[in-house]
């Protein structure tokens, strides 16, 4: 029962902290961090103990699931939302590079033009 109850409650600070992405760009980096801290701390307790469901009921080993899918499908959100900001900062980026302003002004009041 011991092993569930870490087990439920290293699932459960995972799954509330998922859920709450962060809306600024600056604090992404450390959101990232902490879930892959988190992460890191729960597999290493699952590592320990091969079956820690074995002596669960089913709605406590549903529960567990449940909240892992959720967690899954959250990361998997924000996953494509930082791949969908990055591409439109790689676009901005190369829109920027590829204006390329006309050369040789014409301080008289004239302008070239290439048609004619």
């Known amino acids: 029962m011991e092993n569930f109850q870490r087990l439920h409650r290293l699932t459960k600070v995972l799954h509330d902290y998922v859920v709450k992405f962060p809306?600024?760009?600056?604090?992404?980096?450390?959101?990232?961090?902490?879930?892959?801290?988190?992460?890191?701390?729960?597999?290493?307790?699952?590592?320990?103990?091969?079956?820690p469901t074995e002596s669960l009921s089913k709605e406590q080993v549903d529960e567990l699931m449940k909240w892992s899918e959720e967690i899954s499908r959250h990361i998997a959100i924000y996953r494509d939302k930082i791949k969908a900001d990055?591409?439109?900062?790689?676009?901005?980026?190369?829109?920027?590079?590829?204006?390329?302003?006309?050369?040789?002004?014409?301080?008289?009041g004239s302008f070239y033009d290439k048609k004619r």
């Open 23 to 51: 809306e600024k760009e600056e604090k992404r980096a450390e959101y990232i961090q902490t879930i892959q801290e988190k992460l890191d701390e729960r597999e290493e307790f699952l590592k320990h103990y091969k079956n």
């Open 86 to 108: 990055a591409l439109s900062l790689d676009t901005q980026r190369r829109m920027v590079k590829k204006y390329d302003p006309p050369r040789g002004f014409s301080f008289d």
